[in-house]
């Protein structure tokens, strides 16, 4: 329902089953329309937004007769996908809302009905005193990373995917001994999440493309793929890149290689003026353009 409730074309979409007559229908009824309310019969009796709330209708008409034209006779359900049931079985998708919210996400996106999507998970706030726990929320979102990649490669689409935290978390050196059960996974002997660390979390961007390797940068700033440096004690070095310190900065970096990716770095000055990563921004760019 996370898809098909959000791009329902109506029942016209059930009778006709020609994309091109549901848009030519809802096309006459949108101009039929618009005569109408040239009529000096038909108003809404609010003196000053009489025609304001006229012209909403207006768009009301158009918008529709253009999702009709973009959905009508599309299937967009995705567990109606077959590329999504060789990823996800149909009872992870009926059981599991992480799984079904990102099957949703992906569809959307990979299918050009989105420009982009945001996956949020929660309870990654995991310091729990093991550390099975941290351990089964971060395989969980390794699936759902997962998952999109391989769609991806099914649908022959490159896709960016941006991985990103409030913060992260600590351990005091105590060991979590738990043994994996079944498709539950145990502490094996790894530190046990203690408390709140907001000077170790780092954020990534993973890019597939399916007709060749991305391509990485190599600048002052990029050092084998990584922008910004740890110190010797895990804490991230806040002077190493605008974005270390900075969550502004930091959406300006991704956004920075996403353009560089789609070989628009030259426009983002231009796009985003107030910017904040300095006249030569171009050093934090980590990806070349898609080929």
Not at 81 to 94: G, R, V
Not at 131 to 145: F, K, V, Y
Not at 152 to 160: D, E, N, T, V
Request: charge should be negative; aromatic fraction near 6%.
């Amino acid at each position: 329902s996370d898809v098909t409730g959000m791009v329902d074309g109506g029942e016209l979409t059930a009778i006709l089953s020609n994309p091109a007559d549901v848009t030519a229908v809802m096309e006459s009824m949108a101009r039929i329309t618009h005569k109408k309310l040239k009529l000096d019969t038909v108003t809404t009796g609010l003196v000053t937004r009489d025609e304001v709330v006229k012209d909403l209708v207006r768009c009301g008409y158009l918008k529709a007769a253009e999702l009709a034209d973009r959905f009508a006779g599309r299937e967009v359900d995705p567990t109606k996908d077959t590329n999504i049931l060789d990823i996800f079985t149909a009872d992870e998708l009926e059981n599991d809302g992480e799984f079904r919210k990102t099957a949703s996400v992906m569809k959307m996106v990979l299918n050009g009905y989105s420009a982009g999507g945001c996956i949020t998970m929660g309870g990654y706030d995991y310091h729990t005193g093991d550390r099975r726990t941290g351990e089964n929320r971060d395989l969980r979102a390794g699936r759902c990373i997962g998952a999109c990649l391989n769609y991806a490669q099914k649908q022959g689409k490159p896709l960016m995917i941006y991985v990103y935290s409030d913060g992260s978390v600590a351990s005091n050196g105590m060991r979590d001994d738990t043994a994996d059960m079944g498709t539950i996974l145990g502490g094996r002997g790894k530190g046990v999440w203690t408390g709140d660390n907001s000077s170790t979390a780092c954020s990534y961007m993973l890019v597939y493309n399916p007709t060749a390797k991305p391509t990485t940068l190599v600048t002052p700033s990029v050092i084998g793929r990584q922008l910004g440096r740890f110190s010797a004690d895990a804490s991230v070095v806040t002077s190493s890149s605008p974005a270390a310190n900075n969550v502004n900065l930091l959406v300006n970096t991704v956004l920075l290689n996403y353009m560089s990716l789609n070989g628009d770095i030259g426009q983002f000055a231009s796009t985003f003026p107030n910017h904040g990563l300095g006249s030569a921004f171009d050093q934090y760019a980590a990806f070349g353009p898609l080929t």
